[in-house]
C-alpha cells in the first residue's frame, strides 16, 4: 500500500491510542509512518511503535531496562551521547556518526551501544529505526529523555 493509504488505514487504531490527543501530531506521524511501514505487520501494531513519540515519558519495558541498563558502559554511553549531541547537527546521519564514534573509541558493537539509547527514547528495545526517531522526536526531548534514563540509573 502507499504511504498515503498506509497513513489513512491507520487513523482508526490512532484514535484509541494511549496518548492525549491534544499530544498527537499529524506531521510528526507522516515522519514517523514511513519508518513504520514495513516494520507492522498490521496496522493495529501501529500505535505501539509510536507512542513513544507523542506521550510525555515513554512506557518502560522493565525486563528491557533491566537487560540494558545493567551492562558495564550503560551509564557511560548515555551520558556520553547526550553530550555529544547537543550540538550536533540535528539530523539521522550526524546522530548515528556520534554514536558510532563512542562504539569504535571503546571496541563495542553498535548494537550494544544502541541498546541504551533506545531504551530509554522509546522505553523498549525495538522500534522504528533509531536514528530517524530520535531526529523526529527533536533535541531538547531527546536530551530529557537520555538524562531522565541518567537519572535512574543513579
Not at 502507499?2 to 488505514?9: C, K, N, V, Y
Not at 550540538?87 to 548494537?111: P, R
Request: with cysteine; hydrophobic share 45%; net charge negative.
Amino acid at each position: 500500500m502507499s504511504l498515503d493509504e498506509f497513513i489513512a488505514g491507520c487513523a482508526p487504531h490512532l484514535e484509541n491510542a494511549p496518548w492525549p490527543a491534544e499530544r498527537f501530531n499529524p506531521d510528526v506521524f507522516t515522519q514517523l509512518a514511513v519508518l513504520v511501514q514495513t516494520r507492522v505487520v498490521t496496522l493495529s501494531e501501529v500505535p505501539a511503535m509510536v507512542d513513544f513519540v507523542f506521550l510525555e515519558n515513554p512506557v518502560i519495558d522493565e525486563d528491557a531496562w533491566t537487560k540494558t541498563m545493567g551492562s558495564d558502559f550503560a551509564i557511560n554511553v548515555l551520558r556520553d551521547y547526550a553530550g555529544a549531541i547537543t550540538s550536533c547537527e540535528w539530523n539521522h546521519d550526524a546522530l548515528k556518526s556520534s554514536l558510532e564514534a563512542w562504539t569504535e573509541a571503546n571496541s563495542l558493537k553498535l548494537g550494544k551501544t544502541q541498546a541504551p539509547i533506545r531504551v530509554a527514547i522509546t522505553g523498549r528495545t525495538v522500534g522504528p529505526p533509531l536514528f530517524e526517531s530520535i531526529e523526529v522526536l527533536g533535541r531538547d526531548e531527546t536530551l530529557r529523555r537520555l538524562q531522565a534514563a541518567i537519572t535512574r540509573i543513579g
